[in-house]
T-cell receptor, first 112, second 110 residues
Framework: KQEVTQIPAALSVPEGENLVLNCSFT??????LQWFRQDPGKGLTSLLL?????REQTSGRLNASLDKSSGRSTLYIAASQPGDSATYLC???????????FGSGTRLQVQP | SQTIHQWPATLVQPVGSPLSLECTVE??????LYWYRQAAGRGLQLLFY??????ISSEVPQNLSASRPQDRQFILSSKKLLLSDSGFYLC?????????FGNGTRLTVT
């Protein structure tokens, strides 16, 4: 079964820390993997998209890596800020499926 | 630039009443369109997707239905709502990738 798992479910860190969010997937046959941010009561905002042929993508303080062979992706947030507080979702576009498969998310709280 | 509009933002409906949620996309042609539901404390569940006008695929059997009467319009409907239909409904679009979401509709069935 093609699943996506995110650990931890929740994370609280002090402002300024570097942190890593983890995402694992069960099948290495993927087109791409996407990281999203969701603020409470809002829709999802796309952060980074990594194609299956890529190893990482960077945008500002965010860096996402992809290791297909081990079925893992990480989202690295440098110098965290209170404004980074949100739920971060990982989604995998598995080969043969028309839609993304989502993890349950990691709820991040950055303490000022 | 492309934009996606979803309405209403919030909705409170009694059990057994009908439902119609609308989603429109601007600035792109022939997008893939999706309806997802996010229940409290759970991940996103794909309900329907569409690759073109009148083409609807259902991922989960339920009392909901979807229609795509125009290229950039996607409608989620129900004839009779159940309590279990409460949740956060998200519309999304893509042309290849990535996926872009609307702001969602919070549905409470009482």
């Amino acid at each position: 079964k093609q699943e996506v798992t995110q650990i931890p479910a929740a994370l609280s860190v002090p402002e300024g820390e570097n942190l890593v969010l983890n995402c694992s997937f069960t099948d290495s046959a993927i087109y791409n993997l996407q990281w999203f941010r969701q603020d409470p009561g809002k829709g999802l905002t796309s952060l980074l998209l990594i194609q299956s042929s890529q190893r990482e993508q960077t945008s500002g303080r965010l860096n996402a890596s992809l290791d297909k062979s081990s079925g893992r992706s990480t989202l690295y947030i440098a110098a965290s800020q209170p404004g980074d507080s949100a739920t971060y979702l990982c989604a995998v576009n598995y080969t043969g499926r028309r839609a993304l498969t989502f993890g349950s998310g990691t709820r991040l709280q950055v303490q000022p | 630039s492309q934009t996606i509009h979803q309405w209403p933002a919030t909705l409170v409906q009694p059990v057994g009443s009908p439902l119609s949620l609308e989603c429109t996309v601007e600035g792109t042609s022939n997008p893939n369109l999706y309806w997802y539901r996010q229940a409290a404390g759970r991940g996103l569940q794909l309900l329907f997707y569409s690759v073109g006008i009148g083409q609807i695929s259902s991922e989960v059997p339920q009392n909901l239905s979807a229609s795509r009467p125009q290229d950039r319009q996607f409608i989620l409907s129900s004839k009779k709502l159940l309590l279990s239909d409460s949740g956060f409904y998200l519309c999304a679009w893509s042309v290849n990738s990535p996926l872009h979401f609307g702001n969602g509709t919070r549905l409470t069935v009482t």
